[in-house]
């Protein structure tokens, strides 16, 4: 039994560096509507100074059930300071939507060696 209104629906992000332990702020995220093997790019967005971004990734229409994928530009955000290429460039999370009405929160934990997910709320 769904108790979510219709369209209410919304997916958020949100990137934290564990390895300084704040926000990361100004990293490039891509959205992808996945069919098949075809890639469908909805948006690009930056983090705010709060890791977020200032408005859903999806939400109303837009909130469509299906298959999405996230691309964090980790690379471009961590080698700010350092030499040679990143060991962490693009971070991929691929995920379904299948609530059209209910909130998905992709969070990413990341720092220069590791990056973890889960759903969030």
């Given at each position: 039994?769904?108790?979510?209104?219709?369209?209410?629906?919304?997916?958020?992000?949100?990137?934290?560096d564990?390895?300084?332990?704040?926000?990361?702020?100004?990293?490039?995220?891509?959205?992808?509507?996945?069919?098949?093997?075809?890639?469908?790019?909805?948006k690009?967005?930056?983090?705010?100074?709060?890791?977020?971004?200032?408005?859903?990734?999806?939400?109303?229409?837009?909130m469509?059930?299906?298959?999405?994928?996230?691309?964090?530009?980790?690379?471009?955000?961590?080698?700010?300071?350092?030499?040679?290429?990143?060991?962490?460039d693009?971070?991929?999370?691929?995920?379904?939507?299948?609530?059209?009405?209910?909130?998905?929160?992709?969070?990413?934990?990341?720092?220069?060696?590791?990056?973890?997910?889960?759903?969030?709320?």
């Amino acid at each position: 039994m769904q108790s979510h209104s219709h369209g209410a629906g919304r997916l958020t992000t949100h990137v934290l560096d564990t390895a300084l332990g704040k926000p990361a702020e100004g990293l490039r995220i891509d959205l992808f509507r996945v069919e098949g093997d075809a890639f469908h790019l909805i948006k690009t967005v930056a983090t705010n100074d709060d890791g977020r971004c200032d408005a859903p990734l999806l939400s109303g229409d837009d909130m469509k059930a299906g298959t999405y994928e996230l691309r964090f530009h980790a690379g471009d955000y961590l080698g700010r300071s350092g030499d040679g290429p990143m060991f962490l460039d693009i971070i991929p999370i691929r995920f379904g939507l299948s609530d059209e009405g209910a909130h998905y929160h992709v969070p990413l934990l990341v720092s220069p060696f590791s990056y973890s997910t889960y759903r969030g709320s």
